[in-house]
């Protein structure tokens, strides 16, 4: 049967909770009065493709008595796939000039950086290679885009990179930046938009891995806590 769960869900987090279904877990298990994606081996598999800002009530009271893995992916490579409104015309695919790294799981963990720190939680990033399906937006107008994105499509999981706090996300930029830095050199480290270092930056500091130390002009300038 069915639930409601499933069929609210799309394609890309149908696939991925496919994959962490290991022979003998159960899906769409109710623990503590919340509907949970894979249970397996007494853990709670959590997958969540868009922000984390909707989990956070939910992971609160979960991570209070039971280990849990958030699963967030992040499209390495995408294909665009627009359709048509008319079922006469193909589809068209291209390949995306944006590569995905494993720093855009900020933009989501930005809601709830805190809770990377509990020993319960597991947060797994899977790079991945998408395909985003587009189709002719119902509302278009002058400031509305014609397309609008409406589904994501699992092609290939590429690597999982395990992260148990903060600190394993730090040190894959440590090495890169100065004693003490600001977030463009943080940007310049990661190889990221300025938006995504000043999350970065602002994870980093909810997490008790680094600290303001002072400004450089309007800019903030940080140092590790040691």
Sequence with gaps: MT???ELNERSLHRALKERYAVEGSETERVIDGFVTDVVAGGRIVEIQTGGFGPLRNKLTRLLDAHPVTLVHPVA?????????NDPKQPPTRRRSPRHGTIFDVFSALVSIPVLLAHPNLTLEIVMTVEEEVRAPSERRGRWRR???RVDRRLVDVVETH???????LFALVDSHLPETFTTNELATAMRSSRG???QAAYCFREGGVIEICGKSGNTLVSRRIT
């Excluded at 390495?76 to 048509?84: G, I, P």
């Excluded at 395990?162 to 394993?168: N, R």
Aim: proline fraction near 0%; charged fraction near 25%.
């Design 3 to 5: 639930t409601i769960g």
């Design 196 to 198: 995504l270092a000043q």
């Design 146 to 148: 014609d397309f609008t």
């Design 162 to 168: 395990a992260i148990a706090s903060m600190t394993d």
């Design 76 to 84: 390495r490579d995408r294909y665009l796939v627009k359709v048509s």
